[in-house]
């Protein structure tokens, strides 16, 4: 029994030294820390507790999202439907072989587009690996995104679709370093976020067959950190988040004015990540956002449709009286559909919400622009609710120009093959703006000459219905009949110093951004359809912006596009090379790449 006791004692006094020593090395460590940890004495208060948070010492617990406790905790979660898969028509056309010389020409534009990537992704790869984008005039590195490498984490499955393994590892080798505890903003678009950085890291992840499990695990690091931009008394986001006071365990209130875009647009890459985790979590928490603009979409100015913004505080979504679907709106509506086909149709929610908001915008949105070719085009509008009446701008948006895939989509998911007639329609009005410019090039923003088909008007173009347009931009009704010769002269001295396309009356916004709106419409339509039409449209627009953009670097904005030499922007967003670039590659691609049966875009 002795040399048991003896053992014991032995054993615990080892145990006490090996302790007061780790403790006096802990001691030792804080008092004298490594130049790496050591806090800069320029720190305010909040980054010095944050510094302490991310560098605990020697025995401290380092600080991670998921850990972090949550001030207003979810106690039951709406789990992912289950059940047997909606009877989901096909999607895309039955493609048959090309012949030897129209295979020739497909290669020889998918290879163009190929090259018009690498040119991007050298240049910036060169001038700003890891940072969120490359200035493609100065070569300048950009942080506009939180400063984890936006474009890199974006463009990774244009990387792989193009089947640049070796650009893909190295990016993938990159993106382990990305640290979601810090960033080089104080406040975080979470939209923006979540789209470029986690629809990134999962869209990749998927591509690739789940080879690279770092990007999964990426994703959930990112989402548990986004997660908590959801940490309000009612489950609301928080769109515009300074996330420094959120780590420190600051209570938080969502915004009385949020756009609301930003509210409704997470809903499939937190889907996804459920889907691929298990964790119903992220998943529960786009359905309480979904739920309550379900809830309040015929209570709106317009019903069917959401405002522009939104009281999320509140959760009220019906007292703004501005309606579009452009600009602040786009994602919300898009992602109706789309988020209807991630389910495998097992929620029926999202397919009512979107039929109701297409006839709102058939009957509120939507208008037919007078144009020279007298050819059948809708463009969406914006329309507004004064104290005494609706008033309606036939403003086109190139970010509206997603409408048209949405709308053929949704067709052919739901079987409405009359919508594609819709869809076509919304598609031809954005070729239209491209082709009408100088430098095929559609604009930001422009307003267009409106058929007045509630009095009669069969949309023939006239040059008088033009003028009349431009010089009256809201004329009482019947006074499009005689135009006088002062409101002719007016027309054409704003036509001469505005540099007005036909059709157009107003370009509010002359710059292109390198968006991808219009092709991805498309090439969604393309997908659909099968009308090699659609592909001969696209290269005409690749032509075009490339030919106006292209820079030493890499591609820029252009100032105006009604300037076939105009002052280029120093901007490239990561979309350029994560979207526009990608569906110019796979309208030239062999349809099974990337199918629209297999994966949701």
Known sequence: MLPILRRWTFYTVLAAAILFLLLQLGAFLDLHPTPRHHPPQHLKDQDLRLHQLRNPGFLGRKFKWKNLRQQYPVSNFTSLPSGPLANIPKIQHEFVARNHEEETERQGRQAAVKDAFLHSWQGYKEYAWAQDEVAPISGVPQGNFGGWGATLVDSLDTLWIMGLEEDFKLAVSELKKIDFTTSVLEELNVFETTIRY?????????????????????????????????????????????????????????????????????????????????????????????????????QTKIPG????????????????STFSIGGMVDSLYEYLPKEFLMLGGRRQQYRDMYTQSLQAMKENIFFRPLNADNKALLIPGTKRKTPTRFRFTPEAQ?????????????????????????????????????????????????????????????????????????????????????????????AMSIIETSKLPPGFTRISDSRYMLRPEAIESVFILYRITGDRYYQDKAWNMFQSITSAARTEISYA?????????????????????????????????????????????
Not at 199 to 207: I, K, M, N, T, W
Not at 244 to 255: A, F, V, W
Not at 411 to 421: I, K, N, Q, R, V
Not at 427 to 442: K, L, Q, R
Request: with cysteine; hydrophobic share 40%; proline share 6%.
């Open 398 to 490: 190139h970010l509206s120009c997603y409408a048209g895939g949405m709308v053929a989509l949704a067709a052919t998911a739901f079987d409405t093959p009359d919508e594609l007639d819709t869809a076509r329609q919304l598609v031809e009005g954005c070729i239209w703006a491209y082709e009408s410019t100088p430098t095929g090039i559609m604009p930001e923003v422009f307003q267009a000459a409106p058929c007045q088909e509630d009095e009669g008007d069969d949309c023939t173009w006239s040059q008088e219905k033009w003028y009349h347009a431009i010089a009256s931009p809201n004329p009482p009704k019947g006074a499009s009949a005689d135009v006088p010769q002062q409101v002719i002269t007016n």
């Open 305 to 320: 449709l959401w405002p522009m913004q939104v009281d999320t505080r509140e959760a009220d979504f019906t007292k703004e």
């Open 198 to 298: 986690a629809g990134g890291f999962l869209s990749a992840f998927d591509l690739s067959g789940h080879a690279y499990p770092v990007l999964l695990e990426k994703a959930v690091e990112l989402g548990e950190m986004l997660y908590h931009a959801l940490d309000t008394p009612n489950r609301m986001p928080i769109t515009r988040w300074r996330w420094k006071n959120t780590m420190l365990g600051e209570p938080q209130k969502p915004s009385r004015s949020s756009i609301v875009a930003e509210v409704g647009s997470l809903t499939m890459e937190f889907t996804r990540l459920s889907q691929l985790t298990g964790d119903p979590k992220w998943y529960d928490a786009v359905v309480r956002i979904m739920n309550v603009f379900e809830q309040q979409q015929n």
């Open 557 to 601: 904005g252009i100032q105006d596009v009604r300037e076939l030499n105009s002052t280029m922007i120093d901007s490239m967003e990561s979309f350029w090379t994560a979207e526009t670039l990608k569906y110019f590659y796979l309208i030239f691609s062999e349809p099974d790449l990337v199918s629209l049966d297999d994966y949701v875009l």
